[in-house]
């Protein structure tokens, strides 16, 4: 596609359900990364993919967080146990190469928001 | 550990006069740094990055950046502002240890009057 594609763009929840939030990358791009922002606040590293393989998942703040990158391509965040502090909007980027090395930029999709009530 | 600083939530400009939006970093080593906007609903955009070489760095839309190191600063600056410009701009360097790592800061909300 022409750009970082999420969906769904917004999401409320009730507090304890499962929430995926899916990506589609910019045709081509190995790396995907998946960031968190939370009001007033800049975007936060959670996980980082190199292909299909979760390559740095450093950011993840709990094993609630879980996401996945089956072929390469298309990623899907998962939570479980929404909690209310899990409100925020999460951001997915990709990029042409492999960042260690090189000074590529990150492209960003439109974010999806998740409210958990 | 890396970090940059964005000292102001806010930045008020006249249109068509110079804007600078303000950016301190924190890293070991040599930085690389970026400048991000972020439109109403729309996702970050990138403007311009500083790797290496001329500490002046000219981006998208008539933007561009000063590489500081003495002062450890990258500040954003644009001649002539435009409306159009008003948006979330965040500064972030990426983690020298961890290339995988951008650090964002907390954004700066440039308003631009007519």
């Known amino acids: 596609g022409a750009g970082v594609s999420q969906t769904p763009s917004n999401k409320v929840t009730e507090k304890g359900k499962y929430v995926e939030l899916r990506c589609d990358p910019i045709?081509?791009?190995?790396?995907l990364y998946w960031y968190r922002q939370s009001l007033g606040q800049g975007p936060e590293f959670l996980i980082y993919?190199?292909?299909?393989?979760?390559?740095?998942d450093s950011g993840l703040p709990n094993d609630r967080f879980f996401a996945v990158r089956p072929e390469g391509s298309v990623s899907t965040l998962k939570i479980q146990r929404t909690e209310r502090g899990d409100s925020a909007v999460y951001l997915c980027?990709?990029?042409?190469?492999?960042?260690?090395?090189?000074?590529?930029?990150?492209?960003f999709g439109e974010g999806s928001r998740l409210t958990v009530l | 550990a890396q970090s940059v600083a964005q000292p102001e939530d806010q930045v008020n400009v006249a249109e068509g006069n110079p804007l600078t939006v303000k950016c301190t970093y924190s890293?070991?080593?040599?930085?690389?740094l970026f400048w991000y906007v972020q439109y109403p609903n729309r996702g970050l955009q990138f403007l311009l990055k500083?790797?290496?070489?001329?500490?002046l760095v000219k981006g998208s839309y008539g933007f561009e950046a000063e590489f500081n190191k003495s002062q450890t600063s990258f500040h954003l600056k644009k001649p002539s502002a435009l409306v159009s410009d008003s948006a979330l701009y965040f500064c972030?360097?990426?983690?020298?240890?961890?290339?995988?790592?951008?650090?964002f800061g907390s954004g700066t909300k440039l308003n631009v009057k007519p």
């Open positions: 980027a990709s990029s042409l190469t492999r960042l260690a090395g090189g000074s590529g930029e990150l492209f």
């Open positions: 993919f190199q292909g299909t393989g979760a390559a740095d």
């Open positions: 972030a360097v990426r983690d020298v240890n961890n290339f995988n790592k951008f650090y």
């Open positions: 890293v070991s080593g040599n930085p690389y």
């Open positions: 500083y790797i290496t070489g001329d500490n």
């Open positions: 045709s081509g791009h190995t790396a």
